[in-house]
C-alpha cells in the first residue's frame, strides 16, 4: 500500500501545539504600576500615578511611562521544576536590580514584526532550576507604552504570571522546529527532505496522546536526523548577533536611550545562558548614553568585549545618512567614532557597519581607506526598485580609485531568524560563490525587539553542521572579512556611488532639518577657523565644546532624522536643539573673531572698528553693508582685511537696473514674464542665452505627491503639473543689487521669492520664502538650459560625479531624483549653466532641464511634514567653458559661506600680530575644507582635496607661525614628511585626493 501523505500545514499545526505546552501557568503575581507620560529614573519609580493591575486591564496610552513592581511566591508544588516568570505588559519592560541597573529586556508580543524572521516576544524571565518552592518574587521593570515599533498596541497588562518550563518539551520545540523549517527549504525530490518529513509524521502521530514519555520518545525520533552532518563544504556562513537599533525613527529619541539598554541587558543574560553566542553592536552614540545612564550595565558589555564574545562594530559615531551629510561631517564621523572605541575598548576599527542607510556616496571609500577602514557592510541595496545589484562580495572603488571590500549579506536582511531557510537563502541566492567560501548571515531583532532570543541560539544549536545547508559559525563580522579578503584578487570592481532605488524622497522630506544640518556644517567650519586663528593669537580653542556640538550635529544626520522619515516629535526636539545650536555656535564665532581682531591692526598701528573675515582660500571680492553703506571689499584668501571706520560707498558699475520685466548688470540680463517665470538669462559678456529657446525658467511646478517620507511616484511627472500664481511684484536697485521680488499663492500657501542680480557677478539668485500648507503635493523649480550634453556633474563630498541625464538602460531610468550638495550643472565645451543652492538636496535632470525639490509633504510617518515656512536661496549661473573651467566650486562655497564681519575689536597697542591671510594655496583647483585643533596636541589640522579630477602639483602656503608641517591620516596620525621653505609646502594631489596637513604651533 502507498504510504500516508503528509501535510506540511498539518505538520505545523504540531508545532504549535509543542509550543503551547512548554510554559505552564501556576500562580499570578501581584501587579502595581506608577504611571508617568515621561521616563522617570530608578529612584523615583514610585513617582507615578499607583494603580493595581490584573491581565486586561489599563495602563497608559501611547508613549506613556509605567515603573511596575511585580511580587509573588512561587508556589511550593513547583519544587524540582524549572521555575520562569512570564511578563508582557503589551509595551517594551527592562528588568532592573536592587541598584537600579538593567538586567533584562522583555517586549511585548503583540507587534507588526515578521513573524517569519523571528518572536519579537521577549516575555520569559528565567528564576530557578531547579526551584525549591516558596522562592520570593520582587522585581522593579521600566515599561514604555509602545512595541519595538514605536506603535501603540493596547496599553493593557497582557499577563504577569510564575510558570513551571517543561524543558524537555521546550528541546523538542525548537527539534522540529529546524527539521521543519529545513525541509520545506529543501528540494522536493531530494532524500533528505523525504526523511526529514517521515521522522516529523511519526511524531505528529505519536503526539496525538500527549505525555512527558512520549515527548521524549519523540526527541529520540528526530535526534538522528538533526546528528547528520554535511560534507566538506564548499561555501560557510559566519552568523553573528544583531540589533538594529535606530537611535529614532517611529519613536523620540529619549525611548532609544531604553531600547538600548533593554537590548544590552537582554544580550547579557542570553550569553550567560549560551557560550557560543557571539553579539556585534554598533554605533558610539548608543554606547556613550549606556555608559552615561547605566554605568554598571555598560562595565558588564565591556568585559564581554574584552572576552571576544560581543564584538564593537564600527566605524562612525552613527549609522549616518552618507547622501545628505557633509564631507567634513562623514569624517568627523569616522573620527569621533573610531577614537571612541580607541578609547574606551582599545580597538582599533576596520569594518563601517551601515546595514540600513539610503544610499552610498562615492567620497566614502577613500574617506574609509584614509581612516584605517578596509571593509563595509550594508544590505540596503537588495532594496532595489528596478535592478539587482550584481554582487554581494565586491570592491567598491570610490571617485579618487580607493577600494574598500563591501559585502551584502545574501540573506538581504540584518533581521534573519537563523533557521535553515536562512542559510538555504545564502546559498542560493549568493551572487559571488563562484568566487567566495564564506558569506555572513545577520540574526536578530532590532530596534525594540532586543536583539536575538533564545529561538536563534537554540535553532543556531542544532545547525551547527546540519546535513541539507552550509555550516554555520557564531564569529565576528570582522574574522569573517578577513576570511573574505583572503580571496580578494577574485572579486569584481564596482566604481562611484551605490546608488539605492529607493528613498529618493528622503533628499527632499522635513526641508528645515536639512537646511540647519547645511547652515550648521558650514557655522562649525567657520567657527573653527575662526578659533585656529584665535589660537594663533594666543586665545584658547573650545575642543570640549566643539566636540560635544559635533556630536550632537552627527546624532542628527542619523539615517531617519536627517533623510526626514521619522514621526513629528523627533523633528520638533531637533529643530528646538539645532536652533540652540546654531544660536551658540554664532556666538563662539563673534567671540574668536573678536579674539583674533585683538591682534589686527590698520595702518599706524590703530584698532579698526570692522574686519572682513574670508574663511576660503582664495580671493574674495563681495559688496558689504557696512555702517549704512555699500561698500566692495577684497579681502584674502583664508584672512582678512581691515576696514578703517566709517564704509566708503562704492558706485556699483554701469548698466544696474531693475523692472517687474527685467534685471540687469554689467555681465547679464534677466527678462521676466508675465507669470513671473524666466523668459530669457542673456549672458552679455559671451553673447549667449541660457534658457533654452521658447521655455521657462524658475517655473514654480507643484506635483501630485502621494508617498510617504522616504518615497514619492516615481511617475509623478507624468500628470502636468500646477502651478505657484504671480499676485505681485516689485522692483528696485538696493546699491549693488537689482532686485524683483515676486508674491505667489497656490492653495493654502504663499511665496515669496527675491531674484536678485549683483552688480559684477553672473550669479541669478532666488531668495525664497514659503509658507507651505499643502498636503499631498511636492514642489519644483526647474530650468530648462541651452546646453546640449547627456551627462550632468553633481557635487558630492570631496568631489563631483557625473550622471547620465538620458534613460537608456534601466540603471539610467532607476536614477531619477538625485543627489547634489552645494550644485549640479550642464556644461558643452565652450559653455554651461550651473543651478547652485544653499540647503537643497534632490535634484532631476532629463535632458536640458534641471530642476530641485525644494518642499514636498507627506504624511507619514509625520502628519505635519514642512507645513511651515521655509527659507531657502538657489540660483542660476550661466558660465564660460566646463564647469571645471568656469571653478563653479567656488561659487557653491561663496554662496553657502558668506564674509564674517568683526566689529568692537579690543583695543591693542604694537603691530599685528595675526598674517593677512593665514593660509594660500597654489593651485585654484584645490581646496581646503577644514581648519581645526588636532584632537592631541598643540597643533592644527588643515584638510584639503583636489576638485576637478585631475593631477595637481601645488603648495600650501602657511602663513601662521609655526614650528614644521606632515601628512597624517584622517585619524590625524602621521604619514608623511613635509618639506617647506618660509611655510610654503609642496603637494601633490591625484584626481579627487583628499590630504589632510598637520602644522605644528609654536610652544
Not at 50 to 71: I, P, Q, S, T
Not at 193 to 210: K, T
Not at 254 to 262: F, L, N, W
Request: charged share 25%.
Amino acid at each position: 500500500m502507498p504510504h500516508t501523505p503528509w501535510n506540511a500545514g498539518r505538520l505545523k499545526d504540531t508545532l504549535g501545539n509543542i509550543e503551547r505546552r512548554i510554559y505552564e501557568k501556576i500562580a499570578p503575581l501581584s501587579v502595581v504600576a506608577y504611571a508617568t507620560k515621561e521616563p522617570v529614573t530608578f529612584a523615583e519609580r514610585e513617582a507615578g500615578e499607583r494603580m493595581e493591575l490584573k491581565a486586561g486591564e489599563r495602563w497608559g496610552e501611547r508613549w506613556d511611562c509605567a515603573w511596575f513592581h511585580f511580587h509573588g511566591v512561587v508556589p511550593a508544588t513547583a519544587a524540582g521544576n524549572k521555575v520562569v516568570l512570564l511578563l508582557d505588559v503589551n509595551g517594551e519592560l527592562c528588568l532592573f536590580d536592587e541598584e537600579g541597573t538593567p538586567t533584562q529586556g522583555l517586549t511585548n508580543v503583540n507587534s507588526e514584526f515578521d513573524l517569519s524572521l523571528g518572536l519579537p516576544g521577549k516575555r520569559v524571565v528565567h528564576v530557578a532550576d531547579p526551584a525549591s518552592g516558596e522562592e520570593i518574587i520582587d522585581l522593579w521593570a521600566d515599561a514604555g507604552n509602545n512595541d519595538l515599533f514605536g506603535y501603540y498596541r493596547s496599553g493593557t497588562l497582557k499577563e504577569a504570571d510564575i510558570a513551571i518550563c517543561r524543558e524537555e518539551t521546550r528541546g523538542l520545540y525548537y527539534d522540529y522546529e529546524v527539521l521543519l523549517d529545513l525541509a520545506v527549504a529543501l528540494d522536493d525530490k531530494s532524500a533528505r527532505r523525504e526523511r526529514i518529513m517521515q521522522g516529523l509524521y511519526d511524531v505528529h502521530l505519536l503526539l496525538r496522546n500527549w505525555s512527558e514519555e512520549n515527548v521524549a520518545r519523540a526527541r529520540g525520533i528526530l535526534s538522528p536526523l538533526l546528528e547528520k552532518k554535511g560534507g566538506d563544504p564548499t561555501l560557510r556562513a559566519s552568523a553573528i548577533g544583531h540589533a538594529h537599533i535606530d537611535l529614532a525613527w517611529l519613536w523620540p529619541i529619549r525611548e532609544t536611550y531604553r531600547k538600548g539598554a533593554r537590548t544590552f541587558a537582554t544580550v547579557l543574560r542570553l550569553m550567560e545562558r549560551y557560550p557560543d553566542y557571539v553579539f556585534g553592536a554598533s554605533q558610539p552614540q548608543l554606547y556613550a548614553w549606556i555608559k552615561e545612564q547605566h554605568p554598571k550595565l555598560y562595565a558588564q558589555v565591556k568585559e564581554r568585549i574584552a572576552e571576544g564574545r560581543w564584538e564593537a562594530q564600527g566605524a562612525m559615531w552613527v549609522e549616518p545618512d552618507s547622501n545628505v551629510a557633509g564631507g567634513e561631517a562623514l569624517a568627523r564621523q569616522i573620527l569621533y567614532g573610531k577614537r571612541f572605541f580607541q578609547e574606551e575598548f582599545g580597538l582599533g576599527m576596520r569594518m563601517l557597519w551601515v546595514p540600513d542607510i539610503f544610499g552610498y556616496s562615492a567620497a566614502l571609500p577613500q574617506l574609509l581607506k584614509l581612516s584605517g577602514v578596509d571593509y563595509v557592510m550594508t544590505q540596503k541595496l537588495s532594496w532595489n526598485t528596478h535592478n539587482d545589484h550584481p554582487h554581494h562580495t565586491f570592491h567598491w572603488e570610490g571617485i579618487d580609485g580607493s577600494r574598500v571590500l563591501t559585502h551584502l549579506p545574501p540573506e538581504d536582511t540584518y533581521n534573519g531568524p537563523a533557521l535553515p531557510r536562512s542559510f538555504v537563502k545564502a546559498e542560493r541566492e549568493y551572487l559571488d560563490k563562484n568566487v567566495s567560501e564564506h558569506c555572513l548571515v545577520l540574526f536578530g531583532i532590532g530596534d525594540g525587539g532586543g536583539g536575538p532570543g533564545e529561538e536563534h541560539l537554540e535553532r543556531l544549536a542544532r545547525q551547527r553542521n546540519l546535513s541539507g545547508i552550509i555550516p554555520a559559525e557564531q564569529e565576528h563580522a570582522l574574522h569573517f572579512f578577513e576570511k573574505l579578503e583572503a580571496n580578494s584578487d577574485r572579486y569584481k570592481t564596482w566604481k562611484g556611488e551605490l546608488y539605492l532605488e529607493k528613498h529618493q524622497g528622503t533628499l527632499t522630506s522635513q526641508a528645515r532639518n536639512k537646511r540647519y544640518n547645511r547652515k550648521l556644517e558650514k557655522s562649525l567650519r567657520e567657527l573653527e577657523f575662526a578659533a585656529s586663528l584665535a589660537l594663533a593669537a594666543g586665545g584658547a580653542y573650545p575642543s570640549e565644546e566643539l566636540e560635544t556640538i559635533w556630536k550632537e550635529v552627527l546624532l542628527y544626520q542619523f539615517h531617519d532624522i536627517l533623510p526626514g522619515s521619522s514621526i513629528k516629535r523627533v523633528f520638533d526636539e531637533s529643530l528646538a536643539r539645532y536652533e540652540a545650536l546654531s544660536i551658540r555656535v554664532e556666538e563662539m564665532i563673534r567671540d574668536a573673531y573678536r579674539v583674533a581682531s585683538s591682534s589686527v591692526s590698520c595702518d599706524g598701528g590703530m584698532s579698526p572698528s570692522v574686519i572682513a573675515f574670508n574663511s576660503v582660500p582664495w580671493e574674495r571680492s563681495e559688496w558689504l553693508e557696512v555702517d549704512g553703506g555699500w561698500t566692495r571689499v577684497t579681502i584674502p584668501a583664508m584672512g582678512y582685511r581691515a576696514l578703517d571706520g566709517a564704509a566708503v560707498v562704492a558706485e556699483p558699475s554701469a548698466g544696474l537696473m531693475a523692472s517687474a520685466q527685467k534685471i540687469e548688470n554689467d555681465l547679464i540680463r534677466v527678462s521676466l514674464n508675465d507669470d513671473g517665470s524666466v523668459s530669457s538669462i542673456f549672458d552679455k559678456a559671451l553673447g549667449r542665452e541660457a534658457i533654452a529657446s521658447g521655455q521657462a525658467g524658475n517655473a514654480l511646478y507643484v506635483y501630485v505627491d502621494n508617498g510617504d517620507a522616504w518615497d514619492f511616484p516615481e511617475d509623478y511627472a507624468g500628470a502636468a503639473p500646477d502651478k505657484f500664481e504671480l499676485v505681485d511684484t516689485e522692483a528696485s536697485v538696493d546699491g549693488p543689487k537689482a532686485v524683483v521680488v515676486q508674491r505667489y499663492r497656490y492653495g493654502r500657501s504663499t511665496l515669496t521669492q527675491k531674484i536678485i542680480l549683483t552688480s559684477g557677478s553672473k550669479r541669478v539668485d532666488f531668495d525664497t520664502e514659503c509658507d507651505w500648507n499643502e498636503d499631498g503635493r511636492m514642489l519644483r523649480a526647474s530650468f530648462p538650459v541651452n546646453v546640449y550634453t547627456d551627462q550632468v556633474n553633481c557635487e558630492i563630498q570631496f568631489g563631483h560625479l557625473k550622471r547620465q541625464t538620458h534613460q537608456n538602460t534601466m540603471w539610467d531610468y532607476a536614477k531619477d531624483e538625485i543627489c547634489a550638495h552645494h550644485w549640479i550643472d550642464l556644461s558643452q565645451p565652450d559653455f554651461g549653466v550651473s543651478l547652485l543652492n544653499d540647503c537643497k538636496y534632490g535634484f532631476s535632470a532629463k535632458g536640458n532641464v534641471m530642476d530641485v525639490n525644494l518642499l514636498r509633504s507627506p504624511s507619514f510617518p509625520d502628519e505635519a511634514c514642512d507645513r511651515a515656512i521655509h527659507r531657502f536661496v538657489y540660483a542660476i549661473l550661466p558660465h564660460e567653458g566646463d564647469f571645471i573651467q568656469a571653478e563653479v566650486y567656488k561659487e557653491g562655497y561663496e554662496l553657502n559661506v558668506p564674509v564674517r564681519l568683526s566689529d568692537n575689536a579690543p583695543e591693542r597697542s604694537g603691530a599685528a600680530s595675526l598674517p593677512t591671510s593665514a593660509f594660500e594655496l597654489g593651485s585654484s583647483r584645490t581646496m581646503i575644507e577644514a581648519v581645526k585643533k588636532a584632537e592631541d596636541g598643540n597643533s592644527l589640522i588643515v584638510r584639503l582635496y583636489e576638485t576637478a579630477g585631475s593631477d595637481a602639483d601645488t603648495f600650501l602656503q602657511v602663513n601662521l607661525p609655526h614650528s614644521g608641517a606632515c601628512l597624517t591620516d584622517l585619524m590625524e596620525n602621521p604619514i608623511g614628511e613635509l618639506k617647506g621653505e618660509g611655510g610654503r609646502y609642496p603637494l601633490h594631489f591625484s584626481p579627487f585626493e583628499i590630504k589632510t596637513v598637520k602644522v605644528d604651533l609654536p610652544s
